[in-house]
């Protein structure tokens, strides 16, 4: 059952146009995550947020800004897209602490032409 | 930086027959864990978490672990086409930030009726 919700689904947009990503999770979960896949199915963490607070911040580029309203909404925004960005953007949650599972997203592809 | 690597890249089963997956990991601090599967376009569900050396069960899937050899793996007995997807190794350092997963490449897993 899908507790983390993502839109759009999907998205195709051409290079220098900005782009928003939605997420909103009703697990009671402190922390979120913004993963990014690439075409060959490889997932590495973008962004992860706990409680509004940024924790995590991969050397992404400048164009990706993650935001955050309360601790059940993780937005991604992408300023003046480009080619690379084209990828699978998935959001994911989960309770704080060591060890817990974080709970995924059905993901928000991205098509840059 | 830790690498996770998986194999085989894909892998074709009969109905009924057992399903092995590997992963291993480079580094020896890791301590968690977790298989993931993905059906194409939609999110992960994660399948079974190990956190200690042996054998973690749950349902069909049985993760195995053994970290002297940085390697786990994944069973699944009596796979259905339905279980026809790729499957994730994701692995998390003791000394990671929060959440920060390290997912292999993934292994797609095709049951053939």
């Known amino acids: 059952e899908t507790a983390v919700f993502q839109t759009p689904n999907y998205h195709v947009t051409q290079v220098g146009n900005e782009v928003s990503f939605n997420c909103k999770q009703t697990?009671?979960?402190?922390?979120m995550y913004w993963y990014k896949q690439d075409s060959k199915k490889l997932l590495k963490i973008m962004f992860s947020?706990?409680?509004?607070?940024?924790?995590v911040n991969e050397t992404v580029p400048r164009r990706f800004s993650p935001q955050s309203s309360d601790k059940a909404h993780l937005n991604l925004r992408i300023k003046s897209v480009e080619p690379e960005d084209s990828a699978v953007y998935l959001c994911?949650?989960?309770?704080?602490?060591?060890?817990?599972?974080?709970?995924f997203g059905e993901g928000s592809r991205l098509i840059v032409v | 930086q830790q690498k996770v690597q998986q194999s085989p890249e894909s892998l074709t089963v009969s109905e009924g027959a057992m399903a092995s997956l590997n992963c291993t990991f480079s580094?020896?601090?890791?301590?968690?864990f977790r298989w993931y599967r993905q059906h194409s376009a939609k999110g992960l569900e994660v399948l079974v978490s190990?956190?200690?050396?042996g054998e973690k069960e749950e349902g069909r899937f049985t993760a195995h672990l053994n970290r002297a050899n940085l390697h786990v793996s994944l069973h699944i007995r009596e796979p259905q086409p339905s279980d026809s997807a790729v499957y994730l190794c994701?692995?998390?350092?003791?000394?990671?930030?929060?959440?920060?997963?390290?997912f292999g490449a993934g292994t797609q897993l095709i049951v053939i009726p």
């Open positions: 697990l009671g979960h402190d922390t």
């Open positions: 947020y706990n409680n509004k607070q940024l924790i």
């Open positions: 190990i956190f200690s050396d």
């Open positions: 994911a949650s989960s309770p704080t602490g060591t060890g817990n599972t974080l709970y």
């Open positions: 994701a692995v998390s350092m003791r000394s990671s930030a929060l959440g920060r997963l390290h």
């Open positions: 580094d020896g601090t890791s301590n968690n």
